[in-house]
């Protein structure tokens, strides 16, 4: 059994007030791991849920202007680190070469990956979503670095931050293919890994796109960013 996740990406957002919103509120439960990826200068205050970086260098260390280094993020407290993002992809050109690397430092010191891939609007449009798929997947498959923790976040790029979300049916279709595309690897990492959808969750459509059965939660943007709306997410998966 698969438990899910919720995580929320907050992006370039947030202060303390809202980080003091969150703060007393019990996140996750049974049946749903909770998880918050803040702004890296968030994390040291923030005492709720599991906690993620939004991106992690693929340095350890030195002469790296402006990085954070996987040991500062688990001595920050956090478990996950999120790679690969449509918007680091798109606005820091990272390719899979960088985000193996990035990889390797963070599973050298433990946190576990939540991974990002999914199509632009150009190859939806196209019929290349499979290609994406494989143009995202094959070179960490090629690697031994994905295992039964990682985490994968399915996220069509059309449909971040757009308010234009996936079908439940096309969502599930891409997890099972996704899946499908792991065992090439090992069926049972495959089976095992959890694997999210992301674009325009909100608590409204969270509870049918959920309804897929390779779907195991969601990474959240926009809905994160307040309590009641993220909160809504959980409890209808829950
Ligand atoms: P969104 O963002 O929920 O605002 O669409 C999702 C994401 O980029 O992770």
């Known amino acids: 059994m698969r438990k899910a996740v919720v995580a929320a990406n907050w992006k370039m957002n947030g202060d303390i007030q809202l980080l003091n919103e969150f703060a007393p509120i019990q996140w996750g439960n049974d049946k749903v791991e909770a998880i ?41 407290g956090c478990s996950y ?19 193996i690397e990035k990889w390797k430092q963070a599973k050298a010191v433990g946190l576990k990956i939540i991974y990002c891939i999914g199509e632009s609007l150009e190859e939806y449009e196209q019929n290349r979503t499979q290609e994406a798929l494989l143009r995202q997947l094959n070179p960490i498959l090629d690697t031994d670095l994905i295992d ?39 069926d049972t990492i495959s089976a095992r890994l959890r694997i999210l959808y992301g674009g325009s969750v909100k608590a409204d459509n969270a509870k049918e796109l959920f309804s897929g059965e390779d779907i195991d939660g969601f990474l959240v943007g926009g809905a994160s960013l307040k309590a009641d709306s993220f909160k809504q997410i959980i409890e209808a998966i829950s």
Request: glycine residues 8%; negative net charge.
């Open 36 to 76: 918050f990826a803040l702004p890296s200068i968030l994390l040291p205050w923030a005492k709720f849920g599991q906690l993620a970086g939004q991106d992690v260098s693929a340095f350890a260390s030195g002469a790296h202007t402006g990085e954070i280094s996987a040991t500062m993020l688990k001595n920050a």
């Open 148 to 186: 039964e923790e990682t985490v994968i976040a399915y996220e069509p790029v059309w449909a971040i931050g757009t308010g234009k979300t996936a079908t439940a049916e096309y969502a599930q279709k891409i997890h099972q293919e996704i899946r499908k595309i792991i065992c090439k690897k090992s």
């Open 81 to 99: 680190v999120i790679l690969g993002h449509s918007e680091r992809r798109t606005d820091h050109h990272e390719d899979e070469a960088l985000l």
